[in-house]
């Protein structure tokens, strides 16, 4: 498998953590008339949800779309009574997402994160379909990667981006309960030619993950019957199997429902400012620690803190504390990093305070 590169992508479902459905008014363990598509009942939007996915997404590095228009996303299955999927076009597209494999900070390139409504369940028994109708229209979060992965590092970024649901409370992101669950798309290159793309479906744990990949990657070199087509794993055979022909989607505008405007400066002012207490930010302080240009006494006290409150407030005169204490810095960049807090309405977060550190880093020729 050495000789062959392989590009890898993934398409992550997260469960959005709620009381009520994405288009109806109907509970979540419920269904009412939409959810069974009866012709003539309108959507009606749960703008709370639209709201959680916004302030979640503001971790990551990316750009807001300005509007958020809904689209009908058009084909034919048993799970989706009424014969499209309502989705969305993206709310946040080229986004980075940062993770540690091994304590080696690596990037996942994120496409675009867009909101849909999760289809019904399926089971097959003696050659009978049975759907159930209560997981229709249940609230995901559908996130698009780039072929940016290795076969070693997929796994990684996944626990993750799992746990950075779970600590902001945005999903529970129970894989057997099926609100957190994966596809993969994979294709192979061999002397510059990239064969056509393999989809596995509904991955819900990370063995059949590293399994399935395994059983393709195999496929793919011995050039199986290799077309364009959506497969799914079966973890008593442990092998994938066909499913149906690779087709592409058609989307329609979704005229019953209104384009939801993004008002960002509201959002921003109902962020606290507040540091998370977030592995990747410890992970962080544990790299700093290690290094020997940093002052240790005063990130230790930081630790010390953020272990015995999960949320402690920071101003502009701790960060100066912080900053100050990285020894033979230029004074020039120190001055900068004050001076662009204070432009930013002294809103100050993980992400932005690690981006600064990490440019000074880079200008002490370290390896952020």
Do not use: W
Request: glycine share 2%; aromatic share 14%; with cysteine.
């Amino acid at each position: 498998m050495k000789k062959y590169n392989f590009i890898i992508g993934i398409e992550i479902h997260t469960g959005i953590y709620s009381k009520r459905k994405l288009f109806s008014k109907s509970k979540i363990n419920n269904f009412n008339k939409f959810d069974l598509a009866i012709p003539g009942v309108m959507p009606i939007l749960n703008v709370t949800i639209i709201n959680k996915t916004i302030d979640f997404l503001q971790n990551f590095e990316g750009k807001f779309c300005k509007k958020i228009i809904f689209l009908r996303k058009k084909y034919s299955y048993p799970d989706i009574p009424k014969g499209y999927q309502l989705t969305q076009k993206y709310i946040k597209k080229n986004c980075i997402i940062k993770y540690y494999k091994n304590n080696i900070l690596k990037f996942a390139l994120i496409k675009n994160f867009h909101i849909e409504e999760d289809t019904a369940g399926i089971k097959y028994i003696n050659n009978k379909i049975l759907i159930n109708y209560k997981r229709n229209g249940r609230p995901i979060l559908e996130s698009v990667s780039f072929p940016c992965f290795s076969f070693e590092n997929i796994i990684f970024f996944l626990k993750t981006f799992k746990e950075y649901c779970v600590y902001e409370k945005y999903s529970t992101a129970r894989m057997e309960m099926g609100e957190f669950k994966f596809d993969i798309n994979i294709s192979i290159i061999n002397k510059n030619v990239i064969s056509k793309k393999i989809e596995i479906k509904n991955l819900n744990s990370y063995t059949s993950l590293e399994k399935s990949i395994k059983y393709e990657m195999y496929r793919l070199i011995k050039n199986i019957c290799i077309n364009k087509e959506t497969r799914s794993y079966s973890q008593i055979k442990e092998k994938t199997f066909f499913l149906r022909k690779k087709k592409k989607y058609f989307f329609f505008r979704e005229y019953n429902l209104k384009k939801y405007k993004i008002e960002f400066k509201k959002k921003i002012n109902k962020i606290n400012i507040i540091f998370n207490n977030s592995k990747s930010f410890l992970n962080l302080i544990k790299n700093l620690k290690n290094d020997k240009y940093f002052f240790k006494k005063k990130l230790k006290t930081i630790c010390k803190k953020i272990k015995k409150k999960k949320k402690i407030k920071i101003d502009n005169k701790l960060i100066k504390k912080i900053i100050h204490k990285i020894k033979n810095t230029n004074e020039r960049s120190i001055n900068y990093i004050i001076g662009k807090y204070k432009r930013i309405k002294k809103i100050e977060n993980f992400n932005f305070f690690k981006k600064k550190v990490k440019k000074i880093m880079k200008e002490r020729d370290l390896n952020p």
